[in-house]
Nanobody, 117 residues
């Protein structure tokens, strides 16, 4: 399984970005997909996840109400719509995949998001 995230960039506080993660190699719809992030000097943290059907989503408290995770199983792609961005959202964002009941085993290389104040 290979994951490739894209869509990062530089944006002003209050702005929006949409990250995409294309998954190849296995049946995409079998995986729970997640987004994580790691800021400089900090540990990687959970941002959001979505079930294989898209029917269940989970968010970190810090992004709830501002970020939306979604997936298109026909396109093997998971998205993270990020609105009302804050400087503290600055980090490298990673997409990851796991089977139900497992741990996140597959990771992409990450995409940089920088929010200026």
């Amino acid at each position: 399984v290979q994951l490739q995230a894209s869509g990062g960039g530089l944006v002003q506080a209050g702005g929006s970005l949409r990250l995409s993660c294309l998954v190849s190699g296995r049946t995409f719809s079998a995986y729970v997909m997640g987004w994580f992030r790691q800021a400089p000097g900090k540990e990687r943290e959970f941002v959001a996840s979505i079930s294989w059907s898209g029917g269940r989503t989970y968010y970190a408290d810090s992004v709830k109400g501002r970020f939306t995770i979604s997936r298109d199983n026909a396109k093997n792609t998971v998205y993270l719509q990020m609105n009302s961005l804050k400087p503290e959202d600055t980090a490298v964002y990673y997409c990851a995949a796991k089977v139900v009941g497992g741990t996140y085993h597959y990771w992409g290389p990450g995409t940089q998001v920088t929010v200026s104040s």
